[in-house]
């Protein structure tokens, strides 16, 4: 009988930990104004969107939590739709006329940065903090 226990509480945990996900919480701080929205997508390390969310600013800062399948690498991007036209607007030339950014808070040149600059591990339940630029 009690080899009978210790073997189905011994399953219990091993499933529990096989199905277990990690978190990932992402705070986008500093954001110029709580008009409209923050629109963000996290991808996989093959350029797979693996969600998209729209969330509310408070305080000049949004926060998304996400579950991550398995340890991997993994990116973000992310716009704050000012007027709520679900797109980020431009000027003639092309630049941002609202906020925007990447995972690790990289930046493009003329452009956005490259996919692989997005990309950071996640072995853990992790919380990353991100800036927009403007």
Aim: proline letters at 4%.
């Amino acid at each position: 009988m009690k080899r009978a226990f210790a073997f189905y509480f011994a399953l219990i945990l091993l499933t529990n930990t096989v199905s277990a996900q990690l978190k990932l919480d992402i705070s986008i701080d500093k954001i110029r104004n709580n008009t409209g929205n923050i629109m963000l997508q996290f991808f996989d390390e093959n350029e797979n969107v693996i969600t998209q969310e729209m969330r509310e600013i408070k305080d000049s800062t949004c926060s998304f939590s996400l579950n991550v399948l398995k340890p991997g690498k993994y990116a973000v991007r992310y716009y704050h739709d000012e007027n709520l036209n679900n797109r980020l607007d431009t000027n003639v030339f092309g630049k941002p006329t609202e906020g925007y950014g990447f995972s690790n808070n990289v930046t493009g040149k003329s452009g956005p940065p490259p996919f692989e600059k997005w990309l950071f591990e996640i072995n853990a339940d992790i919380k990353i903090e991100l800036i927009p630029l403007y």
